[in-house]
């Protein structure tokens, strides 16, 4: 698949191994490419406030463990680890307004 | 009191509603580039055809020092009348009173005129144009929406329902449109959302503005909620005016017929698709080498637009065209072309509008975004919504007929009653690249030189089955026609199923993707 700036050259849309020459969707041409999850990334999955933080730097964690509350929708979010590790960082605060696919605590 | 004061009393009290014009509140809707209720009801409607109803309504809420406050029609003005000579239920919302705020007895003024038009079977038009809820009268309004949804679901597939958003039209409101059959925006006018950018704002932290939020160009061409885009309120009437001469009053009616008109000279479908398959055409062009007049009125132009969906006229008779369009993303079929292309085949088969879809396409858009999203539910629906349909269906296939894309879109398997195809036509599992390389894998991978292996067998397999003779032979198409002969072999498809009848097995309804 290719996206030009030549608007003599059309892009094209490559399918069952042949390359279509075709114009491209807007839609399409601003799709987010898809990224395996970082198992060491905590990612926020819906907008809210931090509003308590259970664990800091060079804490160990074990599946399950409280990391955060997350206020969302009105409700009291516990955010748990979804894996063992050992935590790098911490990159938000008590407080603080978080919006989805935002990075809250890093693994080492 | 002798008979002309009785009679001028009338006078005196419609005047009281009619002219009860808050000048302020004029202003602003004209300064916006808005007409006012009543203008916009007279712009739409044939000249003195609209009958009003309940002029005199008045609302009954007591709380917050309402019972001191005159809403002038209670916001919404209702009635009947003709457009192009088609009787019509009609209501529009006048964001001159109480910023046409939804009370129990607006709503009941919208629900009466909603009743009476599925009892005379007529389409029904809303003019949406209302800041929401009038909050004064609590659930009372509430009630009220619920039940216009009510309505706008049991009135579906009986009568065409059209909406027209002039206005803001934010949170349950939006309901009502979302389940009528064609929402009609304006660019700057129209503002569509069910939580506004200022809620946003609070809860997420997320900064936007109504208009990229949900504005007329959202609404055409990102989210799809809306079927037709105008420049300015009176381009929009035009193009409602227009639908309303294609479908019918409702779904036991066929639509009008119109004096058989030949397409516009100019128009040479021969000349359309380009010799190379991958190179890309447009096929409106097709379509208006087709139809009656080269007329053809584009539905859900600005979404989806990999594939075209739309109203003409065949000899005089309305016709829906579903056509694969190769100029975008090479006329694949994806989560919201499937769902565009189906939808559309739904509203044709209530209302008894023959269907003829072209077919040009490679397949399913490839892609982690499409298969997260859905595709297999959302192509789902095309395949139940042809399936299910019962109208006459034509098929022509044009070119490429690949794979599950071939399937879709309305193959003799699904139930089309005549397939037709052109001798360029390539009716297969998959294009012969792909095919080859997997067939002759270990051939081509064996070969002293595999890149002329592979060309040598593409080429094979191109002459052996990038044909629409395999699929002949089998009988799966009915003729193989020359494309120059495409409009007079629709004509004669349509003509021998103008009777057909299809009554499938007894069910409360099915069950498709939604």
């Known amino acids: 698949m290719s996206e030009t700036t030549d608007p ?4 094209t849309l490559e399918i069952d191994d042949t390359v279509f020459e075709t114009h491209h969707t807007r839609k399409f041409a601003k799709r987010t490419r898809y990224a395996p999850r970082d198992p060491r990334k905590i990612l ?28 969302a929708m009105k409700m009291q979010n516990d955010i748990s ?28 | 009191m002798s008979i002309f004061s009785k009679i001028a009393e009338l006078f005196k009290r419609s005047e009281t509603v009619t002219r009860a014009k808050d000048t302020k509140a004029y202003e602003k809707q004209y300064a916006m580039g808005k007409l006012g209720a009543r203008d916009r009801i007279q712009a739409l409607l044939d000249p003195d055809s609209f009958q009003e109803y309940d002029l005199f309504v008045e609302h009954r809420c007591k709380d917050f020092d309402m019972g001191k406050k005159q809403l002038p029609g209670d916001g919404v003005v209702t009635g009947t009348g003709t457009i192009e000579g088609h009787p019509v239920a009609i ?43 009038r909050i004064q009268e609590g659930v009372d309004s ?33 309901y009502s449109p979302a389940l009528t059959d064609f929402v009609f925006v304006v660019d700057k006018i129209s503002k569509m959302f069910i939580t506004g950018p200022e809620v946003i704002k609070t809860v997420l932290g997320e900064e936007i503005s109504m208009e990229d939020l949900g504005g007329a160009r959202v609404h055409t061409e990102t989210s799809g909620n809306a079927h037709f885009f105008a420049a300015s ?28 008109v030949p397409p516009k000279p100019g128009h040479r ?46 000899e005089g008779e309305t016709v829906g065209i579903v056509g694969n369009q190769p100029a975008v993303l090479a006329g694949v079929l994806d989560v919201d072309s499937s769902d565009k292309a189906a939808r559309f085949v739904r509203f044709c088969d209530s209302f008894n509008i023959p269907l003829i879809t072209l077919v040009d396409l490679p397949g399913y858009l490839p ?138 097995p007894v069910r409360k309804h099915g069950i498709p993707p939604f």
């Open chain 2, 142 to 174: 509430l009630a009220g929406y619920g039940e216009i949804f009510y309505r706008n679901t049991r009135a579906s597939g009986v009568i065409p329902q059209i909406s027209v958003i002039l206005g803001p039209c934010a949170g349950g409101a939006v």
């Open chain 2, 269 to 314: 479908i021969d000349r359309v698709i380009p010799e190379q398959p991958t190179k890309p055409y447009d096929i409106r062009d097709v379509i208006a080498a087709l139809c009656d007049d080269s007329d053809f009125l584009e539905v859900h132009q600005g979404w989806a637009a990999n594939i075209v969906v739309g109203f003409a006229r065949l």
């Open chain 2, 367 to 504: 892609g982690v975004d499409q298969e997260h999203a859905g595709v297999i539910r959302h192509g789902a629906k095309l395949l139940y919504a042809y399936s299910e349909a019962t109208v006459p269906k034509l098929t022509v296939i044009l070119r490429k007929a690949y794979g599950g894309g071939y399937i879709a879109m309305c193959s003799r398997h699904l139930g089309a009653d005549f397939v037709f195809a052109w001798p360029t036509a390539e009716i297969a599992v998959m294009g012969p690249e792909g095919a080859a390389n997997i067939i002759f894998k270990s051939e081509i991978a064996a070969s002293p030189d595999p890149n002329e292996t592979r060309k040598q067998k593409v080429r094979e397999y191109t002459e052996k089955f990038a044909n629409p003779y395999v699929a002949a032979a089998a009988g799966h198409i009915d003729a193989v026609i020359n494309p120059e002969e495409t409009r007079g072999s629709l004509i004669h498809a349509l003509r021998i199923s103008a009777a057909k009848q299809d009554v499938g």
């Open chain 2, 91 to 133: 209501f529009a919302q006048d964001f001159t009173v109480a910023g046409g705020s939804l009370g129990l007895m607006h709503a009941r003024k919208i629900t009466k005129i909603m009743d009476h038009a599925i009892k005379l079977g007529i389409p029904l038009i809303g003019i949406n144009d209302s800041g929401g809820a």
């Open chain 1, 8 to 11: 003599r050259v059309l892009p």
């Open chain 1, 44 to 71: 926020c999955f819906i907008p809210g406030i931090i509003r308590k933080i259970h664990v800091a730097p060079g804490r160990k964690i074990k599946r399950g463990d409280h990391l955060l509350i997350l206020e």
């Open chain 2, 233 to 260: 309120e009176i381009e929009c009437f035009a193009q409602i005016k227009k639908l309303t001469t294609f479908i019918p009053w409702n779904n036991r009616k066929k639509a009008d017929s119109y004096p058989a």
């Open chain 1, 81 to 108: 680890s979804p894996e063992e590790g050992t935590v790098k960082r911490v990159h938000v605060a008590v407080g603080q307004m978080v919006t989805k696919g935002q990075l809250l605590i890093e693994f080492e």
